[in-house]
T-cell receptor, first 115, second 112 residues
Framework: QKEVEQDPGPLSVPEGAIVSLNCTYS??????FMWYRQYSRKGPELLMY????GNKEDGRFTAQVDKSSKYISLFIRDSQPSDSATYLC???????????????FGQGTILTVHP | ETGVTQTPRHLVMGMTNKKSLKCEQH?????MYWYKQSAKKPLELMFV???????ENNSVPSRFSPECPNSSHLFLHLHTLQPEDSALYLC???????????FGDGTRLSIL
C-alpha cells in the first residue's frame, strides 16, 4: 500500500465549477500537509501549507485536513482555465532525525478547466 | 522569477558521459534537496542537505553524486547513467526540515 494515495485523474471541469481534489494517507505520524500546483514544464509551486487538522482558506483555495480519517482536500472555487495544472499533495511528520525534510508526495491529479 | 534556479534546463547525454546539474537558491534557506520526477510516479526524494551537511541519501545509486559547497548552491554530478535515469530532476530548498519546500523548474535529462 502506498503511503499517500491520490487519484491521477485526469479531471475535466467547466469554468466556474467548484473543484475538489483529495488525498488519503496511511502514516498517522504525518503532521504537516501541503498542496502544490505544477504547470507543464515548470517546477511545483506551493499553494497551501497546513499543520495538523482543520481548514485554511486563501482566496479561491481552501485546504482541509481530517487527521482522524487520514484525508486531506483542496477545494478550488470559481475555477479558471489558468487553474489547469497538475496538483500534488505532500505531507511530512515532525522534522528530526531520519524524517528531516522528508516530504511524501501523492502521484498528482491532472486538472483541466475548459472555457 | 523563481527563488530557486536550476541549470541547464535540458540535458541530453550518452551513457558514458559525465555532467553536472546546478541549483542555486536566493531565499536564505538552510536546507536543499534533490528530487527525481518520472512520468506517472510521485516525486522521489534523492538527497537532503542541511547547512551543507548531507542528512539523507535515499538509497540512490552511486552514479549520482551530490555536492553542497554552501547553503546557496547544490550540485548533482552524473556519470555512467542508465536510460531509466531519464527524468525531470528538481531542486528544492526550505528554511528548515518541516517548513514548505520551494522548487526550481528542473532539469529535463535524457539519456541516450
Amino acid at each position: 500500500q502506498k503511503e499517500v494515495e491520490q487519484d491521477p485523474g485526469p479531471l475535466s471541469v467547466p469554468e466556474g465549477a467548484i473543484v475538489s481534489l483529495n488525498c488519503t494517507y496511511s502514516n498517522s505520524a504525518f503532521q504537516y500537509f501541503m498542496w502544490y500546483r505544477q504547470y507543464s514544464r515548470k517546477g511545483p509551486e506551493l499553494l497551501m501549507y497546513t499543520y495538523s487538522s482543520g481548514n485554511k482558506e486563501d482566496g479561491r483555495f481552501t485546504a482541509q485536513v481530517d487527521k482522524s480519517s487520514k484525508y486531506i482536500s483542496l477545494f478550488i472555487r470559481d475555477s479558471q482555465p489558468s487553474d489547469s495544472a497538475t496538483y500534488l499533495c505532500a505531507m511530512t511528520p515532525r522534522a528530526g532525525g531520519t524524517s528531516y525534510g522528508k516530504l511524501t508526495f501523492g502521484q498528482g491529479t491532472i486538472l483541466t478547466v475548459h472555457p | 522569477e523563481t527563488g530557486v534556479t536550476q541549470t541547464p534546463r535540458h540535458l541530453v547525454m550518452g551513457m558514458t558521459n559525465k555532467k553536472s546539474l546546478k541549483c542555486e537558491q536566493h531565499l536564505g534557506h538552510n536546507a536543499m534537496y534533490w528530487y527525481k520526477q518520472s512520468a506517472k510516479k510521485p516525486l522521489e526524494l534523492m538527497f537532503v542537505y542541511s547547512l551543507e551537511e548531507r542528512v539523507e541519501n535515499n538509497s540512490v545509486p552511486s552514479r549520482f553524486s551530490p555536492e553542497c559547497p554552501n547553503s546557496s548552491h547544490l550540485f548533482l554530478h552524473l556519470h555512467t547513467l542508465q536510460p531509466e535515469d531519464s527524468a525531470l530532476y528538481l531542486c528544492a530548498s526550505s528554511l528548515s526540515g518541516n517548513q514548505p519546500q520551494h522548487f526550481g523548474d528542473g532539469t529535463r535529462l535524457s539519456i541516450l
